[in-house]
């Protein structure tokens, strides 16, 4: 069965250092996303993507985020300069179609900021 | 008021039990209502998709959306210690929203 996956399954950075976060998503989907969770916490949106472009993005998504698909298979959230606010899980999804209705998750990349 | 409302419990029934789980939301702009599961420290797993109001069955899980009162349920017939896990109510209106979890634990 076709699934997301993501790497590194654990990172460990200091504290303004750059990070980027791996992913592949199923083949054929066309609609990537990336969330994060805080330990404890809800599971939060970050960015869609589609298209070569982000569709959306949150709060949360500043200046210090950026995401790329720099080839026909990997999406990439990149974190410019992290902080220590920034640990948490980060999560890839991606989806065949529109409309959100089924987002297959990544295992997700925990991310620790010393 | 938040835009997704679950209570986190912790739920802790015996084996063979029915689990019911829900959440409510505000927003009237969602569409489509989701229930994922979630292993500790893992990425979550997609049970149960509905579009419209009514119930959705597949095995031993049976989802229901009531959008006029803003109310959705997820329930686990014959509960089995596998099913231990959080689950997670996720909404949209073209991202996800989610609610904060309810950690379930079934008892052998």
Redesign the interface.
């Known amino acids: 069965e076709p699934e ?1 996956t993501q790497t590194p399954s654990h990172q460990v950075t200091q504290m303004g250092q750059e990070v980027i976060l791996r992913c592949v998503p199923i083949s054929n989907h066309l609609y990537f ?1 990336w ?1 994060r969770q805080i330990l404890g ?5 970050l960015v ?1 993507f589609y298209n070569n472009e982000i ?2 993005k ?1 709060e949360i998504f500043d200046d210090q985020f950026s995401v790329e698909r720099p080839d026909g298979s990997n999406f990439t959230l990149k974190i410019r300069s992290t902080k220590l606010e920034d640990s948490a ?1 980060y ?1 890839c ?1 991606s989806s065949g179609r ?11 990349t ?1 991310l620790t900021v010393l | 008021q938040k835009e997704v409302e679950q209570d986190p419990g912790p739920l802790s029934v015996p084996e063979g039990a029915i689990v019911s789980l829900n959440c409510t939301y505000s927003n009237s702009a969602f ?2 209502f ?1 229930w ?1 599961r979630q292993y500790s ?6 049970l149960m ?1 509905t ?1 419209s109001s009514g119930n959705k069955e597949d095995g031993r899980f049976t989802a229901q959306v009531d959008k006029s009162s803003k109310y959705i349920s997820l329930f686990i017939r014959d509960s089995q210690p596998s099913d231990s896990a959080t689950y ?1 109510c ?1 909404m ?1 209106d ?8 309810t950690t379930v634990t079934v008892r052998a």
């Not at chain 1, 916490?41 to 949106?45: L, P, S, W, Y």
């Not at chain 1, 529109?98 to 997700?108: A, C, L, R, S, V």
């Not at chain 2, 420290?41 to 997609?46: D, F, S």
């Open positions: 997301v996303y969330y916490q809800k599971v939060e949106f869609s569709s959306e949150s899980m999560f999804a529109p409309g959100d209705n089924e987002q297959f998750f990544g295992p997700g925990r | 569409q489509y989701m994922y420290r893992k990425g979550p797993e997609l998709y579009y997670l996720a949209s073209y991202k996800l929203s989610f609610g904060a979890g």
